[in-house]
């Protein structure tokens, strides 16, 4: 039986991460395969880009090569990692994808979409994931909670950028809503975490009873 492939998207600081490692301790507890990954990394190789993308020194980058850099992570982490785990029947949970690269080096950047689908289709095949969970949080709300943790280059940007973002965001789950489910980041930790099982529970319920759990 193939896996899933299930992506968590959102602002920096939506507690996306935090959601992402509850699903996977609840998939531990039932025994079913799983992976945990993030974008940009994943690999080896793509922890260096990731690294490299989030210097500070980067800060003068083009977004077109911010846009070579995470899809040259990407295709690697597909043929590495994402692909072998769903074939293998697992379920991968990934912190951001595609979405992210339209979000930010799209809305952010403005680099064109027509050039975004482009890369996509040279690196991914425009693959797309089984489901994709958006953690709604305004950017002003998201920009107060960044100030409060530790900031990469990207965290840095002004509130106007993350405007563009989420706007951005906004219009990927207009275009796919079958695809998308939006859960407000605003509720406690516990709440969020609720709205996330209910979200996700026809595709992973099936599976946990073939686990046996
Ligand atoms: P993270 O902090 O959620 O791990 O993400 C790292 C940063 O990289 C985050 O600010 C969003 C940014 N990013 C892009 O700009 N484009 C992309 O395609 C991805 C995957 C992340």
Not at 55 to 66: I, N, P, S, Y
């Amino acid at each position: 039986m193939s896996g899933l492939f299930i992506t968590f998207e959102g602002l920096d600081g939506s507690g996306k991460s935090t959601q992402l490692k509850r699903v996977a301790a609840d998939l531990e507890r039932r025994g079913v395969a799983h992976v945990v990954t993030r974008e940009p990394g994943g690999t080896p190789f793509a922890d260096l880009l990731r690294e490299l993308f989030l210097r500070r020194e980067a800060a003068q980058v083009d977004g077109v090569v911010e846009l070579m850099l995470v899809f040259a992570s990407r295709r690697q982490h597909l043929i590495e990692v994402i692909e072998p785990a769903v074939a293998a029947g697992a379920v991968v949970l990934c912190d951001r994808f595609t979405d992210s690269t339209y979000a930010y080096q799209g809305g952010g950047r403005g680099v064109p979409q027509g050039v975004i689908a482009e890369a996509d289709r040279l690196a991914t095949g425009c693959r797309a994931p089984d489901r994709t969970l958006f953690f709604e949080l305004s950017p002003e709300e998201a920009q107060r909670r960044r100030r409060e943790g530790a900031a990469d280059r990207i965290d840095r940007e002004s509130l106007a950028f993350y405007r563009r973002v989420h706007e951005a965001y906004g219009r990927r789950i207009a275009a796919e809503p079958e695809r998308f489910r939006v859960i407000a980041a605003t509720a406690s930790i516990d709440d969020v975490a609720r709205a996330v099982e209910a979200e996700l529970s026809d595709l992973l319920r099936p599976l946990s009873q073939a686990a046996g759990a």
